[in-house]
């Protein structure tokens, strides 16, 4: 969430300027809202102001002296609600305005205007025609989405077999290194979360309609970054604490209510899917740093995997509600012959901070601050088992196991069809 103050002077020019990212997000009517509120706010001090004067005189009030009083009873009850409705509304409106885009942030409104930073990793040359992973799984009896389908419906899958220790390994691959190399602290979160930690992490109000809700109310939560990132909600951390590094394990959930029909075939785009999230909490002159540390964190996952990606900075109309700047790692899966998301990695910078009052104090009787918050996906499982099957299939059918996974897999090298 912005503040107040800013939007106040800065709400027309972001629609000039950025309209791709702010128009139609009520920032159009938020000037006027404000003049009209703090209009209102000043004739109600004004009034109440008059009627302190008149109670305060001590003789008998004249009969003109209480019907003035009558009236102004009757204008502050009307101003009190005219300023209580404003605040509601712009209220509204703050909660519904993305984030400020950084100025190393490509302009353009939508994905056509994202901007390719570096690629690693030369994608193989097969000497037959690569399958994509939903020919693939199902040949080697390992993903079942008919039965998927069965059991839950469209965009559910059964992983069977290697495919499921697959699954395990690589949670624990992805652990190994966040916690005993990179310096995260692993978390286990409740997979359920309440609506103060959707509205944190910028979830709720606006996209509701992309979470399943339980009938008590609870959600399941679409990541981990939910969770962890309202470790810290309501609390002034004390500034050597920071910067605080979690990096979680959860299944996660989304009903994918804004992406439909992108991505419906095989396990690209799923109702449920396991994922590692890391999560920073740093201070507001660190978060720059932190946003490369991290991405680098989960570039260094795909390259000890031995799989081609590229980083990619999102434009302002494509960037994350939240975020402030974002690197998405794309890599190269040869059985769709394209790049495919499978990192996001963000600077929230205080926008979630802020709406889930998370600050620090850099000195006993300094005035708290908010802090930075960032988070990767780091990876999803499901997506990085597409890479694994795509780039590292045989012609036969068979499919490799990378070599830094084996240890992980009890030995095994390969995936056959049992």
Known sequence: MLPREYLRENADRLLSEIPERFAASGLETYTQLDRERRDAVTKLEERRRRRNELTAVKAKPSPEALAEMKALKE??????????????????????VPNVPQDSVPRGRDEMANRVERTWGEPRKFDFSPQAHWDLGPALGILDFERGVKIAGARFTV????????????????????????????????????????FGTGQLPKFESDLFRTAEGYYLIPTAEVPVTNLHRDEILPADRLPLLYAAYTPCFRSEAGAAGRDTRGMIRQHQFDKVEVVMLVRPEHSAAALEALTAHNEEL???????YRVVS????????????????????????????????SNYEAFQARRASIRFRRAEGDKPEFVHTLNGSGLPIGRTIVAVLENYQRPDGSVAIPDVLRPYMRGQTEIRRA
């Open 75 to 96: 204008e502050i009850r009307q101003l009190e609600e005219r300023t209580e409705e404003a605040d509601r509304m712009l209220a509204a409106v703050e909660r519904s």
């Open 159 to 198: 992983l069977m077999g290697a495919a499921a220790r697959l699954s395990r390994a690589l949670i624990q691959f992805f652990l190994d290194v966040h916690v005993d190399e990179q310096g995260y602290t692993e978390v286990l979160p409740p997979f359920l979360a309440n609506a103060d930690s959707l």
């Open 302 to 308: 795909l390259r000890r995997l031995e799989l081609p």
């Open 314 to 345: 999102l434009a302002t109309g494509d960037l994350g509600f939240a975020s402030a700047k974002t690197y998405d790692l794309e890599v190269w899966l040869p059985g769709m012959n394209a790049y495919k998301e499978i990192s996001s990695c």
